[in-house]
């Protein structure tokens, strides 16, 4: 199984300003995948990120609003920007892994996000 | 068209019963199904992945898995009140060349001692 590390676990920010979320994974990783879980919601997919290429962005996301870098095969960062108190969420990194035909998502432990 | 539905609950049953969870998806093209279990302020851990048509067991845990009516159940036996948590049921599906792993609303149950 992979080790995924976010960072900042909290925050609390202004709304119009903007937070960058980073996820270390303690092993090379293809794909990495961001996630946002509103107060008594399911997980939400946010955007695919690979490694050398532009995210992938769900329905309803937009990269100005989520801009993502992966810079290696290791790491990646989700920007909110521009916030708002309706981004008052968690957000997590989530990773595929798995040594079976069909692999597994593993999560961080992620970011609690408050906008006031 | 969400992905993957579920009742959200909550469900409730006494220690030691059968608890029986389910949801459904809607794209055929769903490759494999897992069963999460989340505790309050903590993320999804896994607890069942099922592939094929059928029952896998693991433990007191049983998934069930029916292609043909794109629904997928958990059984959770002789229920504990430490399993009461938030259950996830999510798909994994190849899209933009990607797999990617969508979630249910979850089912949030309760176990009374």
């Known amino acids: 199984s992979a080790v995924i590390s976010q960072k900042p676990s909290r925050d609390i920010c202004q709304r119009g300003t903007s937070l960058t979320i980073q996820c270390q994974v303690d092993?090379?990783?293809?794909?990495m995948f961001w996630y946002r879980q509103q107060p008594g919601q399911s997980l939400t997919l946010i955007a695919t990120a690979n490694q050398g290429s532009e995210a992938t962005y769900e329905s309803g996301f937009v990269i100005d609003k989520f801009p993502i870098s992966r810079p290696n095969l290791t790491f990646s960062t989700l920007t909110v920007s521009n916030m708002s108190p309706e981004d008052s969420s968690i957000y997590l990194c989530?990773?595929?892994?798995?040594?079976?035909?069909?692999?597994?998502?593993?999560f961080g432990q992620g970011t609690r996000l408050t906008v006031v | 068209q969400k992905e993957v539905e579920q009742n959200s609950g909550p469900l409730s049953v006494p220690e030691g019963a059968i608890a029986s969870l389910n949801c459904t998806y809607s794209d055929r093209g769903s490759q494999s199904f897992f069963w999460y279990r989340q505790y309050s302020g903590k993320s999804p851990e896994l607890i069942m992945f099922i592939y094929s048509n059928g029952d896998k067991e693991d433990g007191r845990f049983t998934a069930q898995l029916n292609k043909a009516s794109q629904y997928v159940s958990l059984l959770i036996r002789d229920s504990q009140p430490s399993d009461s948590a938030t259950y996830l049921c999510a798909v994994n599906i190849n899209r933009d060349n990607f797999n990617k792993f969508y979630f249910g609303s979850g089912t949030k149950l309760n176990v009374k001692p």
């Open positions: 989530s990773v595929e892994g798995g040594i079976r035909r069909y692999t597994e998502a593993f």
């Open positions: 092993s090379q990783v293809t794909m």
